[in-house]
């Protein structure tokens, strides 16, 4: 396992189209969060899984956007009807308890950019 | 609502000089604080992280000191080097269960060699 891994890198889309982001975190972590990251700005909480359970959302978190960790494992963020005010940089990270020795480990990111 | 923040947006120094990055933060519940580096483009990377029953925390060339009664945290890089450019932030979790990391805005270290 050599960490976290996110998919698309890049997603070009039109204002009103839908989109989905893949992360696949740690094998061995239990939970799972999701940032976005506009330029120049540090990472800013959007959602929260522990296993499969969805614990916590940030008011950032629209209801155009959904999150889902099925099975515990991987996990997707779905935009709909994109706006341009979503292009950023969507941040998936995964630790293993609250408090874990080398904090949590970020993937490299999906960048988001609406036309 | 209350979040981390830095005290500089960048910061110059030459190779080899030792760099100090500081952050200020406002919640006094923090019980963990962690120091990521951001290269463009890519995710933030673990730096060094200290609990608040600490003062301070060493690293192989970064020492992280935590200041409860100003509510001051600092990164202090040893020997500055051109790789060490990137991005810092310092980053934060509140005592309550189930919450998550809260960034600051970022410093933005440029080395010269």
């Known amino acids: 396992d050599t960490g976290v891994s996110q998919d698309p890198r890049h997603k070009i889309t039109k204002r009103g189209q839908n989109v989905t982001f893949r992360c696949d975190p740690i094998?061995?972590?239990?939970?799972l969060y999701w940032y976005r990251q506009t330029l120049g700005q540090g990472p800013e909480f959007l959602t929260y899984?522990?296993?499969?359970?969805?614990?916590?959302k940030s008011r950032l978190l629209s209801d155009r956007f959904s999150a889902e960790r099925p099975k515990g494992s991987f996990s997707t963020l779905e935009i709909q009807r994109t706006e341009q005010g979503d292009s950023a940089m969507y941040l998936c990270?995964?630790?293993?308890?609250?408090?874990?020795?080398?904090?949590?480990?970020f993937g490299s990111g999906t960048r988001l950019t609406v036309v | 609502g209350e979040s981390v923040g830095l005290h500089l947006p960048t910061l110059s120094v030459q190779e080899g000089d030792n760099s100090i990055i500081n952050c200020a933060y406002s919640?006094?519940?923090?019980?963990?604080f962690i120091w990521y580096k951001q290269e463009s483009g890519k995710g933030p990377q673990f730096i060094i992280d200290?609990?608040?029953?600490?003062d301070k925390r060493q690293g192989q060339r970064v020492t992280v000191l935590l200041n409860k009664t100003v509510k001051h945290l600092s990164l202090q890089i040893a020997a500055t080097q051109p790789g060490d450019s990137a991005v810092y932030f310092c980053?934060?979790?509140?005592?309550?269960?189930?919450?998550?990391?809260?960034f600051g805005k970022g410093t933005t270290l440029s080395v010269s060699s």
């Open positions: 990270a995964s630790s293993l308890g609250r408090l874990n020795t080398y904090g949590y480990t």
């Open positions: 094998s061995e972590h239990n939970r």
């Open positions: 899984f522990q296993n499969e359970a969805q614990l916590e």
């Open positions: 919640n006094s519940a923090s019980d963990y």
């Open positions: 200290i609990r608040s029953n600490m």
């Open positions: 980053a934060e979790i509140p005592r309550q269960a189930g919450t998550a990391l809260i």
